[in-house]
């Protein structure tokens, strides 16, 4: 269970509460800030993120979903301008909301960008993408079949576009992962880097398994 008992992480904690209010998460109408946001902070926790990285995984989504809110501003006078920074770090690209750029366009760009990121926003990233395709994208695929890929709406045409866009996006996701991390490593010697470096795994294990379903 994640700990609030910081008061940045708190800070972040009850403005991404605020900012994604009544937003469901894909294919769960479930909440999205606590079986999606609240899980990813949780993963950053565990694997030795610092309270920054843990407020940006809180609040990682909201310059892309809730772009009318002011979530910049808002991110950065509650919980600072580093934080802010890597929050902007794992934000795709386009102005946010329903007016986000095309789909192949912001996992293409998002891909090269993590040839440049922090290691905190890696964390964050790899922590994002893992919860997503263990928690939600496993369990739907393990239901439904191919049919879970049609969530992806934008990723394709049909259901076997989406899927094989979808599939291709984390296998490219995993490969941009491990290069970042070797380079960090030649140049940074901060303890997280073990940690980002089994959630990558995990998170390859997962892709693995949708590649073979």
């Not at 109408?29 to 950053?44: C, Q, R």
């Not at 192949?104 to 926003?121: E, T, W």
């Not at 079949?145 to 992806?152: C, K, P, V």
């Amino acid at each position: 269970m994640l700990s609030i008992s910081n008061p940045l992480v708190e800070r972040a904690y009850n403005l991404a509460e605020y900012l994604h209010q009544g937003q469901i998460r894909k294919g769960t109408g479930l909440p999205y800030f606590s079986e999606h946001l609240v899980k990813v902070a949780e993963i950053v926790e565990n694997a030795g993120g610092s309270e920054k990285a843990i407020a940006a995984a809180l609040l990682h989504d909201t310059i892309e979903d809730q772009p009318s809110k002011n979530p910049r501003q808002l991110i950065e006078e509650q919980c600072g301008s580093e934080v802010l920074s890597i929050v902007l770090e794992c934000t795709e690209i386009g102005p946010g909301g329903e007016d986000k750029a095309p789909w192949l366009q912001r996992k293409q760009s998002y891909l090269s960008h993590l040839n440049v990121i922090s290691a905190s926003a890696l964390l964050v990233s790899v922590a994002d993408k893992l919860q997503s395709a263990r928690d939600d994208l496993a369990c739907h695929v393990e239901n439904r079949g191919d049919d879970a890929y049609n969530i992806f709406k934008k990723a394709g045409r049909d259901t076997m576009e989406r899927k094989a866009n979808t599939l291709w996006f984390h296998r490219s996701l995993v490969e941009a992962f491990r290069m970042r991390i070797d380079v960090l490593r030649m140049s940074n010697e901060d303890s997280v880097l073990d940690g980002i470096a089994k959630l990558i795994e995990e998170f390859n294990e997962v892709v693995s398994w949708l590649e073979q379903h």
